[in-house]
């Protein structure tokens, strides 16, 4: 019972470069989360989604963008990463009263 | 605006001394609150829902309390593998959107 995978786990990148972060989760949830988690500030929603196709902006969208093609995957994209991205992501999925199921973590680094 | 906020920041017990940590909440029309335990690392782990002022929850040495403005995570007889940071989150009504704390780190001494 796999739950949120996330991948991938840890991931070193230049200031500049882009990559994809991938959340597949196997509970048939219908919302899913990205969240950004910062030293001394919480968790932060960057983006989540209410159902395939669709997404939607967080408190700190900024320089991230999302896909939500199928159900059961959500993608967080950074097109050009700067050092202020340097943080560990946390994928969530819940279904629409439940408590979030939360993936292990990314940890990124921005150089 | 919806806000949670949780106190202490950090707790330091030693083995078997009971404690509660704080979870103070203004959300509109709240649905739900949430408790989560994270370890170092890891993603937060699921502990308790309570839905309405006056439910409570347990499980092992935990138990969560709720009232109209706090929650209350009690530890009974705490052991060092309860050393986590623990995460209170609301859910307000509207949309399926939790608001976080920023956790209580406990730390357990033998």
């Known amino acids: 019972n796999a739950g949120v995978t996330q991948t991938p786990k840890f991931r070193v990148l230049k200031t500049g470069q882009s990559m994809t972060l991938l959340c597949a989760q196997d509970m048939n949830h219908e919302y899913m989360y990205w969240y950004r988690q910062d030293p001394g500030m919480g968790l932060r929603l960057i983006h989540y989604s209410v159902g395939e196709g669709t997404t939607a902006k967080g408190e700190v969208p900024d320089g991230y963008n999302v896909s939500r093609l199928k159900k059961q995957n959500f993608l967080l994209g950074l097109e050009s990463a700067a050092p202020s991205q340097t943080s560990v992501y946390f994928c969530a999925s819940s279904s629409q009263i439940g408590g979030y199921t939360f993936g292990s973590g990314t940890r990124l680094t921005v150089v | 605006e919806d806000q949670v906020t949780q106190s202490p920041e950090a707790l330091r017990l030693q083995e078997g001394e009971s404690s509660s940590l704080n979870c103070s909440y203004t959300v509109s029309g709240l649905r739900g609150l949430f408790w989560y335990r994270q370890d170092p690392g890891k993603g937060p782990e699921f502990l308790f829902t309570?839905?309405?002022a006056g439910e409570e929850k347990e499980k092992e040495r935990l138990k969560a309390t709720l009232t109209k403005k706090e929650s209350f995570l009690h530890i009974t007889a705490p052991k060092p593998e309860d050393s986590a940071t623990y995460l209170c989150a609301a859910l307000p009504s509207g949309f399926q959107k939790l608001v976080f704390g920023t956790g209580t780190r406990l730390l357990v001494s033998p």
């Open positions: 309570l839905y309405s």
